[in-house]
């Protein structure tokens, strides 16, 4: 029998002129990028927060405090390979990730292969399991004033268990 569990991440990031932007483990060249204690990027952490939150495993904070000097400026990527690793201690495997972010600019679509090379690597996964997707806020709120970014994700992962177990 095979356990299937569903997670949720969300993260939000301020936008700093003159900063890095670094998304999906993509450089992206901007005027603007994501500001925090790693490579603030708000795509891996949004997805590590839904892998934890579907393995029961609490959130990206627990596991990678901010006040943690081991992590900053890590890349995230490094930050995914170890919740996978998590995971897998757990038995779980990764089904799909599906994403999206909310920014104004830069444009994604264009870095959106790249990203997912780099997600599947670290994950362990095919591409073809990992969708990402960007929209606008319409200029709205901080984000539509390109003050912030936000990303949010969703995964499944799933288990095999024997009967004896239940």
């Known amino acids: 029998m095979t356990k299937l569990r569903v997670g949720f991440g969300f993260d939000v990031h301020q936008l700093k002129d003159q900063h890095p932007f670094i998304l999906g483990g993509v450089d992206l060249q901007h005027t603007s990028g994501a500001f925090g204690h790693s490579d603030a990027d708000v795509l891996l952490h949004a997805i590590c927060d839904a892998l934890l939150g579907a ?16 992590w900053k400026g890590i890349s995230s990527l490094v930050l995914l390979q170890n919740v996978v690793i998590l995971l897998k ?3 779980w495997q990764i089904g799909n990730i599906d994403a999206m972010v909310c920014l104004e600019a830069p444009k994604i679509n264009p870095h959106i292969p790249a990203m997912k090379v780099n997600i599947a690597k670290a994950a362990g996964i095919s591409e073809e399991d990992i969708s990402i997707k960007a929209t606008t806020n319409e200029q709205l709120g901080f984000i539509g004033r390109q003050e912030g970014v936000v990303a949010y994700a969703v995964c499944l992962i799933e288990k095999s268990e024997s009967r004896e177990s239940q």
């Open 55 to 70: 393995a029961n495993l609490r959130d990206i904070g627990f596991h990678f405090s901010n006040t943690d000097e081991r």
């Open 89 to 91: 201690e757990k038995g």
